[in-house]
């Protein structure tokens, strides 16, 4: 069983739809977790980290669910720049080595006009 | 700023020969790390150095693969031999803080034939 699981899609949504990631993981005692986007054949980048009372930052949203173990991304009002592989990255508790990402196989969304 | 940058970008060679990739983090970054991405499977952690000295090489498949990161500054991955399976697209990130956030390169696609 992988580390970290998410459906590799791709998801196709219409400009202004909602569309929902979600992700599991294996490890229980992980601590961290962090979305990351990747464009194509571009570097992974940051999105947002996930904190266990959900946070929010403009049309994007992360939950975190520790007892089913797994992770979520909502994008609102969708639009065309959202294109892109969503990884989703954890931190396994225990790990002196905070940079040590644990990687998903990445989530693809296109977004269609 | 510059970013983290790599080189090559892309790189052709047979099977038996040797390839090093260099990496050179953002100025002031301590840490240094390198991920690898096997075509169809998820990126995974290859090793660590804290400055000039490697924290963590859990992740390095075989002693086929040699990273060093001299004076604390730059850092190469050597393979030697190459191998058909070290195919793949190679990340170097960096970072200040172990908070889980790393800037990656745009990554050094390696083709062995």
């Known amino acids: 069983r992988k580390e970290v699981e998410q459906d590799p899609g791709p998801f196709n949504v219409p400009e202004g739809a909602t569309v929902a990631f979600n992700c599991t993981y294996s490890n229980s005692a992980s601590q961290s977790f962090f979305w990351y986007r990747q464009d194509c054949r571009k570097e992974p980048k940051l999105l947002m980290s996930v904190y266990s009372s959900g946070n929010e930052d403009g049309r994007f949203t992360a939950q975190l669910n520790r007892a089913s173990q797994y992770i979520s991304l909502l994008i609102r009002d969708s639009k065309l720049s959202d294109s892109a592989t969503y990884l989703c990255?954890?931190?396994?508790?225990?790990?002196?080595?905070?940079?040590?990402?644990?990687f998903g196989q990445g989530t693809t969304l296109q977004v269609k006009p | 700023e510059a970013g983290v940058t790599q080189f090559p970008s892309h790189s052709v060679i047979e099977k038996g020969q040797t390839v090093t990739l260099r990496c050179d983090p953002i100025s002031g970054h301590d840490n240094l790390y390198w991920y690898r991405r096997v075509m169809g499977k998820e990126i995974k952690f290859l090793l660590h150095?804290?400055?000039?000295?490697?924290?963590?090489e859990s992740g390095m498949p075989n002693n086929r693969f040699l990273a060093e990161r001299t004076g604390g500054t730059y850092s190469t991955l050597k393979v030697q031999p190459a191998e058909l399976e070290d195919s793949g697209v190679y990340f170097c990130?960096?970072?200040?803080?172990?908070?889980?956030?790393?800037?990656f390169g745009e990554g050094s696609r390696l083709t062995v034939l």
């Open positions: 150095f804290v400055k000039e000295s490697k924290q963590d």
């Open positions: 990130a960096s970072s200040t803080l172990n908070t889980g956030e790393l800037f």
């Open positions: 990255v954890v931190i396994p508790d225990g790990s002196s080595n905070t940079g040590k990402l644990i």
